[in-house]
């Protein structure tokens, strides 16, 4: 029986060629599923979405039997799946929408839902944004929660805007994410574009760089550690120093297109590595946010050790083993050691981390009992 009807909806034709992207929505369209909830995610396609873009949308729903319960939306209606009559009849019978990164922007279907729901997973843009007169529809929303853990805190300077910002961490659904057994180190990877999707951000006298001046600091980890780090890279040619100088320390550069070109081709990238090693965008780590990666929590939910950039999360998750933070290319370089020296310790504690910390079926009945605790959510069952 289903506890609910649920409208979600975030960007995956719109983010076309990203197979890590879709894996975002995927995680919470299927965990919500899991739960037992009804779901139908919802997508409307911008103007200038990647070329592909429906095609992308149609065979990523397919391939994970979610044919039936996704529609994209064009300017004129649907583009595939429910026709737009269908999907407001659904509208008028769903407990809330989940507006991932607050996406679906459509009159009819906001006025029909019940409990709108935005999910901030870019923290620090979204709220600097807003507070700069961007239209980013949060008023239009009845409830708010982040993946920075840290917003409202006296450590973290992001502003609240006059929002209440609950905290959800990225779902993984284990079943779709198993451990892989029986690997040996070989190498560190990452997928990643150069300069990220947004320009460096401005607030209150202070400038948030992107990730690349974060990764600038760390471009000789290969060649100090003598261990092998793989990114599969977007860049751009005007970058070519950078380029250079990440294949004189050793850094191998693999094509972005073809490691995580559709969702099955991401999920094998990363269950083919040894380990992660990232960094984060400026904003993230600068501003104590306490963002944690969805990238990290799939590498987690596979066995594979992580050791990523803190932005704070090192206050509430542990990093001793499985998942290690660093704010220091000296730091990492050690803890780069420490993992290829006791890998299979760290790939099993990086396991137990996903089953602790980002099981889709504990974040979400969380996320699902936050809203619920709202007296005009009270349809929806934990």
Known sequence: MSKGRIILSGAVANKAGQGGEAWVRLNWMLGLRQLGFEVH?????????????EEFFRSTMERHGLAESATLLGENGALC????????????????????????????????????????????????????????????????????EAIGAPCCVIPTCGFVWKKVRPPVVLDAWPAVEGATFD?????????????????EGRTFGLKVHEFRKCIALPRETALPFEIALG??????????????????????????????AFQNFVRASGAEFSVAQGVYVHTHSGWFSDRTA????????????????????PSAKGLLAFSTPAEAAHAAREIAGDYAAHCHAAREIAEGFFDSRKVLAKFIADIAASPTADTLTP
Do not use: M
């Open 81 to 148: 799946g429910w026709p737009l009559a269908r999907v407001l009849e659904f509208a008028n019978g769903a407990d809330a929408l989940v507006n991932i990164s607050g996406h679906l922007a459509h009159d009819a279907i906001f006025e029909r839902v019940a409990r709108r729901v935005y999910v901030d997973i870019d923290p620090g843009f979204t709220q600097i944004w807003h507070s700069q007169g961007a239209k980013l529809g949060l008023e239009r929303h009845d409830a708010h929660f982040t993946i920075g």
């Open 235 to 264: 860049i751009h040619a005007g970058d070519h120093k950078d380029l250079a100088a990440l294949r004189d320390a050793g850094w191998c550069i693999t094509d972005p297109a073809k490691a995580s070109c559709t969702a099955e």
């Open 187 to 203: 190498r560190f990877t990452t997928v990643a574009n150069w300069r990220g999707s947004y320009g460096p951000l401005e607030f």
């Open 298 to 317: 799939v590498y987690l939910a596979s066995g594979r050790p992580a050791l990523v950039q803190d932005t704070g999360f090192s206050r509430t998750l």
């Open 41 to 53: 995610f919802v997508e409307q396609l911008q103007p200038g979405a990647p070329a592909g873009a």
